[in-house]
T-cell receptor, first 107, second 114 residues
Framework: GIQVEQSPPDLILQEGANSTLRCNFS?????LQWFHQNPWGQLINLFY???GTKQNGRLSATTVATERYSLLYISSSQTTDSGVYFC?????????FGQGTRLTINP | SAVISQKPSRDICQRGTSLTIQCQVD?????MFWYRQQPGQSLTLIAT?????????ESGFVIDKFPISRPNLTFSTLTVSNMSPEDSSIYLC???????????FGPGTRLTVL
């Protein structure tokens, strides 16, 4: 089945910094989604992005399907951005999640 | 988007007992799923809940251990049967309007088995 790898596994930044999270996937996918899991465990869908670039406020995402990777950009980080960021790729009609990037934003 | 609620939000259970988790979606959806997230780990799909028919289970998960019901397009239950401490996890319900669409997640049920 499809494999999804995320990097880096952990990232610690100061408030105001920018960051780039990467997601590599092993095969062609029908869609690619980014999620944020807050410290209370709630998963929030950030982007549905099988290809191209999307932006939502301080967050943006780019998926290059032909090269099998996706990037999530966070600009001007805030402490509320802390948590775990997951990418998930759909293959064989199910989502496969990566191991996540744990982001800690210090004030 | 879809708003998803789960009950209970958390529970502490004794070994050998069973717990049923409820998932309610605020609108009709085609797809509903159940995931498990073990401590410090990523999400693993348990099964796809099919309306009016048996759920489709992923490798490593069986109906006797995780029976699932889906009586209509807005509601599903997952039962964790004959629990052991290894079943301590967060169980999450998700829904999508159609196959391949954006998935929305419930708040999760945090289960501890003693």
């Amino acid at each position: 089945g499809i494999q999804v790898e995320q990097s880096p596994p952990d990232l610690i930044l100061q408030e105001g910094a920018n960051s780039t999270l990467r997601c590599n996937f092993s095969d062609s996918v029908n869609n690619l989604q980014w999620f944020h899991q807050n410290p209370w465990g709630q998963l929030i869908n950030l982007f549905y992005i099988p290809s191209g670039t999307k932006q939502n406020g301080r967050l943006s995402a780019t998926t290059v399907a032909t090269e099998r990777y996706s990037l999530l950009y966070i600009s001007s980080s805030q402490t509320t951005d802390s948590g775990v960021y997951f990418c998930a790729a759909e293959g064989a009609q199910k989502l496969v999640f990566g191991q996540g990037t744990r982001l800690t934003i210090n004030p | 988007s879809a708003v998803i609620s789960q009950k209970p939000s958390r529970d502490i259970c004794q070994r050998g007992t069973s717990l049923t988790i409820q998932c309610q979606v605020d609108s009709q959806v085609t797809m509903m799923f159940w995931y498990r997230q073990q401590p410090g780990q990523s999400l693993t799909l348990i099964a796809t809940a099919n309306q009016g028919s048996e759920a489709t289970y992923e490798s490593g998960f069986v109906i006797d251990k995780f029976p699932i019901s889906r009586p209509n397009l807005t509601f599903s239950t997952l039962t964790v049967s004959n629990m052991s401490p290894e079943d301590s996890s967060i169980y999450l319900c998700s829904a999508a309007r159609g196959r391949g669409d954006t998935q929305y997640f419930g708040p999760g049920t945090r289960l501890t088995v003693l």
